[in-house]
């Protein structure tokens, strides 16, 4: 089992809708989440990151987590064609160190 | 501000030769990261310094890739012989800490193309 799963995609949705990327996590001692926008041929760009449980909203950005279920999504409301990026989940434990999964391609159609 | 910097930015190279990545962290971050990605294999960690010191190399695949840390504004990995499965991206990061509320920064990356 990976350490942190995404659905590859790609996820397409029509411009101006809700578009919801999931990440689900195997150490249940992790401690925050982050994720990254990455172009493609650029580098991974930070969106926002979370470590409670619940929701955090950031502009069209919301990230929710469940630690629980091992779980957590970003929600892109009014999507642009310009969010049409791969988003990259990725998890922090106690050793600092970020484990990233591989990503989930997101197509905004206008 | 300036971000994480990179050079170079392409590298093309034949196998065999040695190849060397730089990096140059954001000024005030005691943390550096080098990360290796590819289609098949994604974003990977090789190793990370904290205060110019390695703390983890596990993810170096194996003795022809080394990385330093000689001061806190420059970092080298070096793949000494090059060979053709090394072609990927090569990212560094940098963070203020390795703390959990400390997000990763990263530079432009570098391309390289071992034939």
């Known amino acids: 089992q990976k350490e942190v799963e995404q659905n590859s995609g790609p996820l397409s949705v029509p411009e101006g809708a809700i578009a919801s990327l999931n990440c689900t996590y195997s150490?249940?001692?992790?401690?925050?989440f982050f994720w990254y926008r990455q172009y493609s041929g650029k580098s991974p760009e930070l969106i926002m990151f979370?470590?409670?449980?619940g929701d955090k909203e950031d502009g069209r950005f919301t990230a929710q987590l469940n630690k629980a279920s091992q779980y957590v999504s970003l929600l892109i409301r009014d999507s642009q064609p310009s969010d049409s990026a791969t988003y990259l989940c990725?998890?922090?434990?106690?050793?600092?160190?970020?484990?990233f999964g591989q990503g989930t391609t997101l197509q905004v159609k206008p | 501000d300036a971000g994480v910097i990179q050079s170079p930015r392409h590298e093309v190279t034949e196998m065999g030769q040695e190849v060397t990545l730089r990096c140059k962290p954001i000024?005030?971050?005691?943390?550096l990261f080098w990360y290796r990605q590819t289609m098949m294999r994604g974003l990977e960690l090789l190793i990370y310094?904290?205060?110019?010191?390695?703390?983890?190399d596990s993810g170096m695949p194996e003795d022809r890739f080394s990385a330093k840390m000689p001061n806190a504004s420059f970092s080298t990995l070096k793949i000494q012989p090059s060979e053709p499965r090394d072609s990927a991206v090569y990212f560094c990061?940098?963070?203020?800490?390795?703390?959990?509320?400390?997000?990763?920064?990263f530079g432009d990356g570098t391309r390289l193309s071992i034939l």
């Open positions: 979370i470590y409670s449980n």
């Open positions: 990061a940098s963070s203020f800490n390795t703390g959990a509320l400390q997000p990763q920064h």
């Open positions: 310094f904290n205060n110019n010191v390695p703390i983890d």
């Open positions: 000024s005030g971050h005691n943390s």
């Open positions: 990725a998890v922090k434990g106690d050793t600092g160190k970020l484990i």
């Open positions: 150490d249940r001692g992790s401690q925050s």
